[in-house]
């Protein structure tokens, strides 16, 4: 006669000894095997959720971050997209500058221009460039800087060379210091020694890293150089591209840390126009690398007089006035051959 199965518990049949029900048998009341395959697949969506999150949080979080400034004229805009940098070193405190001067000034003023079609343009607009500002007399390009801000030197460049200003945006000195540090250093090139006070450069001739603070100074220092500010326009876009390729490294993506730490340092140093966001930022870095790159365009507009002295101003840089027209008109068109135009007048 069989014996029936023991209460709430099973049957010897289907028991292994010290072991798991045997196949085909119930599952033991309170246990739950495990589905791996369940619990890999929720894994690898919560994986893709965070490296999707993360760059959209990254870029939320530093698009608050931006300080926005009125900068932007409101003139009618002209083909293709136009970036006007500045490089502020503010005198605010009463400290006077190395030229003299109190209050705010721009050492840096580049024009970044992207073509619908040809070839992306980066031009360095010496400070010193002598030309019309509005409401005032004609000066120095960098007084319209220290007169009226960023509106008026908005007006004034686009008044020099026919291109409206669709970005504004300004970094301060400090900031150059922030950013070089916050990339562990660049290597910057010069072919002969300085030692030369007023920007505190210190170089021996060759190719070194510098840190923050050596690659502000490589950045300002004009007097030691014969070319001037067409020398010193050089070395500022010198030392923007070695930041550029370094923001291209492919391990900053596996690096959250330091890209917090950049973001934090670069736009902390940073003000905008009103309507730039971070994406327009991100496009500017693009459109630098192309200027930079073997197809792009760099350097100055024609210069005919590198110490032009009108009186009352100093010395001053005189613009061609017959090649500079066309000269922007083909930047604006994207027509300009590859390679550096400008500089000095041979």
Not at 29 to 53: E, S
Not at 184 to 211: F, I, K, Q, R
Not at 284 to 294: K, T
């Amino acid at each position: 006669m069989a014996r029936a199965p023991r209460p709430g518990g099973p049957s010897r049949e289907n028991t292994r000894p010290g072991g798991p029900p045997a196949p085909g048998a119930p599952h033991a009341p309170g246990r739950v095997r495990p589905r791996w395959g369940r619990i890999i697949g929720i894994g690898l969506v919560l994986v893709l959720v965070l490296a999707l999150a993360w760059p959209i949080g990254l870029l939320i979080w530093a698009n608050g971050k931006i300080n926005h400034i009125e900068a932007l004229s409101g003139a009618p805009d002209t083909v293709g997209t136009t970036y006007l940098l500045a490089g502020s070193d503010s005198r605010a405190d009463g400290t006077v500058g190395e030229d003299g001067t109190e209050g705010a000034r721009t050492d840096t003023i580049m024009l970044l221009h992207v073509p619908e079609t040809g070839t992306t343009s980066l031009i360095s607009l010496p400070r010193d460039t002598y030309t019309e500002i509005p409401g005032n007399s004609a000066s120095k390009l960098n007084s319209s800087y220290s007169w009226g801000g960023a509106p008026l030197l908005v007006e004034t460049v686009e008044g020099l060379s026919g291109l409206t200003v669709d970005h504004y945006v300004e970094v301060g000195f400090g900031g150059v210091e922030q950013i070089v540090d916050a990339v562990g250093g660049v290597e910057l090139c010069l072919d002969y020694d300085v030692n030369e006070p007023m920007s505190g450069l210190v170089w021996t001739a060759g190719c070194s890293t510098a840190d923050g603070t050596t690659a502000l100074a490589f950045s300002r220092m004009r007097y030691a150089d014969i070319t001037g500010d067409i020398g010193r326009g050089e070395r500022q876009r010198q030392v923007i591209g070695a930041v550029t390729s370094k923001l291209q490294d492919p391990s900053l993506l596996l690096k959250p840390g330091a890209q917090v730490d950049l973001v934090g340092s670069g736009l902390g140093a940073v003000s905008t126009d009103e309507e730039t966001n971070i994406i327009d930022l991100g496009r500017l870095a693009l459109a630098f690398r192309d200027a930079n790159g073997a197809d792009g365009v760099t350097g100055t507009p024609p210069i005919s007089n590198p110490d032009y002295r009108p009186g009352g101003v100093g010395s001053t840089i005189l613009l061609d006035p017959e090649a500079t027209p066309q000269f922007w008109t083909d930047v604006r068109d994207g027509d300009l051959p590859a390679g550096t135009v400008g500089g000095m007048p041979q």
